[in-house]
């Protein structure tokens, strides 16, 4: 059974800083492409964060030079350090594991952990 669970939630002051950490399980971690998702109530449920299986990363315009991502396959866990918060970061944060493969697609997310902004 695969699980991907997701932590680190929780409120801060704007300008604050937050750590989100998912471990998976059940899947050769290791073989995945990860990603941070987010979304917002009345919102679209955007991509904030990706990074290959190899290693390379890619962010949201919006969050560029405020968070980074970085994964440790040897604890199935990836993180995402999020500094300088703004209100407007407030979501749903979801971790997201994908595979594609000759043709085959494996596609896995977490149940998401609530990142609240406000002063």
């Known amino acids: 059974q695969v699980q991907l669970v997701e932590s680190g939630g929780g409120l801060v002051q704007p300008g604050g800083s937050l750590r989100l950490t998912c471990v998976g399980s059940?899947?050769?971690?290791?073989?995945?492409?990860m990603g941070w998702y987010r979304q917002a109530p009345g919102e679209e449920h955007d991509l904030v964060a990706r990074?290959?299986?190899?290693?390379?990363?890619t962010f949201l315009d919006s969050v560029k030079g405020r968070f980074t991502m970085s994964r440790d396959d040897g604890k199935n866990t990836i993180y995402l350090q999020m500094n300088s918060l703004k209100v407007e970061d407030t979501a749903v944060y979801y971790c997201?594991?994908?595979?594609?493969?000759?043709?085959?697609?494996?596609?896995?997310w977490g149940q998401g952990t609530q990142v609240n902004v406000s002063s």
């Open positions: 059940g899947i050769a971690f290791s073989d995945y492409d």
């Open positions: 990074i290959s299986s190899e290693g390379s990363t």
């Open positions: 997201n594991a994908l595979r594609v493969n000759n043709g085959d697609k494996w596609d896995y």
